[in-house]
C-alpha cells in the first residue's frame, strides 16, 4: 500500500447560498488552508476533517492500492493518472482537494481479519 498525498487546492464559498441558508458571518471552511498538505493510507491524517475525509477515504483508499497508471472512471473524469480532484460535501462552503498516489510506501500494514 502506498501513501496518498492530499492537497488543500481551494477553499470556497458560495456567497448566494450562504446568504440564503447560512448562519450570520460564514466564512469558507476555518479548518483546511490552500496549500496544506496532508499523506494518508486508509486511515485518516491527523488534523484532517472528519467529513472531508468521509469525502474522499474512497478514493484515497483506491490510489492507495492502485497501480499508479490507471485513470479514474475509464479515463472521463481526470486526464492525468493516479490523481483525483474531489470536494467535500459542504454545499456552503467546499473544500477542493488534489489526491495524487504516491510510490512511497505507507507506514501502516493493513491486515484483514478473518
Known sequence: MKNVKITILK???DAE????YGVPGLTACPMM???Q???ADYAKPEGFCDEA???IYQYVFALAH????????????IAKPN????????GLRPVIMKLEGTDEE???SYVPVR
Open 83 to 90: 490523481v483525483a480532484i474531489c470536494s467535500c460535501n459542504d
Open 33 to 35: 488552508r490552500e496549500g
Open 106 to 108: 505507507a507506514e501502516r
Open 11 to 13: 477553499t470556497t464559498l
Open 66 to 77: 492502485g497501480d499508479g497508471k490507471t485513470l479514474f472512471y475509464h479515463g472521463d473524469w
Open 37 to 39: 498538505v496532508f499523506y
Open 53 to 55: 475525509w468521509k469525502a
Open 17 to 20: 447560498l450562504a446568504a440564503q
